[in-house]
């Protein structure tokens, strides 16, 4: 009996996060967007810490999230062939932008924690990035799959009427908001928070 209860315990917890993941991810993401809002969290420090490691909090639960709209979407459906593939399409790209997305945040949190101060840390930086690949992947290139894939996701959830058509256009304002400016990653936050909304009861 007590084997039987611990080995269920972790698959449990992991289903009890994803089901409140519309929303977890998202405030843990604006809480990083308002950190980045107060004076010196922008250079080595607690703010740039903390920032940073909501950040990562963030992205993990979107990890399953990502996980559960994939399923959403028709993992397995054979019926519809269409919105299957697409799904497995988007989905493979957002685990590769999520990869490359967690990447840049252990680079950063480990600069934030080593450097003396922002001159340092810049130095850091380049040297990191002066490794073939690392720019592009990690930094440039990387990271845009994920939101690629995560719009990608909704659009299909919205073909097949799992969700509201507005959800994917939110989650498109959004990125859009937070690509101009960092400092309006809450805002973005906010609109992913109720893009995501509709699928409070289904994930």
């Known amino acids: 009996m007590t084997s039987t209860v611990s080995t269920s315990g972790s698959p449990l917890k992991l289903a009890q996060i994803r089901s409140r993941a519309w929303l977890t991810a998202p405030v843990l993401l604006g809480g990083y967007g308002l950190i980045r809002l107060v004076p010196g969290s922008k250079h080595p420090g ?20 990502l996980h559960g709209l ?20 988007g989905f493979g790209a957002a685990l590769v932008g999520l990869a490359a997305s967690l990447a840049q945040v252990a680079i950063d949190l480990y600069t934030g924690l080593r450097a003396a101060d922002s001159a340092d840390q810049s130095r850091m930086f380049a040297q990191i990035q002066s490794h073939p690949g690392v720019l592009p992947v990690v930094y440039q290139i990387g990271p845009l799959f994920f939101y690629l894939g995560l719009l990608a996701l909704l659009t299909v959830l919205a073909v097949r009427r799992r969700v509201p ?11 859009v908001a937070m690509a101009a ?22 994930l």
């Open 46 to 65: 607690p703010g740039w810490t903390s920032g940073h490691t909501a950040l990562l909090a963030s992205l993990l639960v979107f990890g399953l999230l």
């Open 165 to 175: 058509v507005w959800s994917p256009l939110l989650v498109l304002v959004g990125t």
């Open 70 to 89: 994939y399923r959403l979407a028709g993992a397995n459906d054979r019926a519809a062939l269409g919105p299957v593939l697409a799904a497995r399409l």
């Open 181 to 202: 400016s960092l400092d309006l990653m809450t805002v973005g936050a906010v609109a992913y928070a109720l893009a995501l909304a509709p699928l409070r009861r289904a």
